[in-house]
């Protein structure tokens, strides 16, 4: 059965920074494309970053590109999010998902998500 847990949410000023973790079990996460998918309230989900299960390949939403960085380790079966230079504009229940298409990334084509991790950016 896979499961995956993301912690590492939390509060932060603007222009700092966060680092979210995404523990998987059940599956390995070099044998799927990873995402971060995030959702503020009264807003659709939306891909955050992704990183491909063949040769490591990212995408990175144009919002977040250049302030984000997605990593994996697969020793530790686990695929991080460091989030720098935060905006208020990403306060958001941030989620990580296996198993969709890691260059275009939609809710629907992610078949396995954890529950979640509330990050918030405000002074």
């Known amino acids: 059965q896979p499961q995956i847990v993301e912690s590492g949410g939390g509060s932060a000023q603007p222009g700092g920074s966060l680092r979210l973790s995404c523990a998987a079990s059940?599956?390995?996460?070099?044998?799927?494309?990873m995402g971060w998918f995030r959702q503020a309230p009264g807003k659709q989900r939306e891909g955050v970053s992704c990183?491909?299960?063949?040769?490591?390949?990212?995408y990175y939403a144009v919002s977040v590109k250049g302030r984000f960085t997605i990593s994996r380790d697969n020793v530790k079966n686990t695929v991080w999010l460091l989030m720098d230079s935060l905006k208020p504009e990403d306060t958001a229940v941030y989620y990580c998902?296996?198993?969709?298409?890691?260059?275009?990334?939609?809710?629907?084509?992610?078949?396995?998500w954890g529950q979640g991790t509330q990050v918030t950016v405000s002074s």
């Open positions: 998902a296996a198993g969709g298409r890691w260059y275009s990334p939609t809710s629907a084509d992610f078949g396995s």
């Open positions: 059940g599956f390995r996460v070099n044998h799927y494309a």
């Open positions: 990183v491909s299960d063949s040769d490591g390949s990212t």
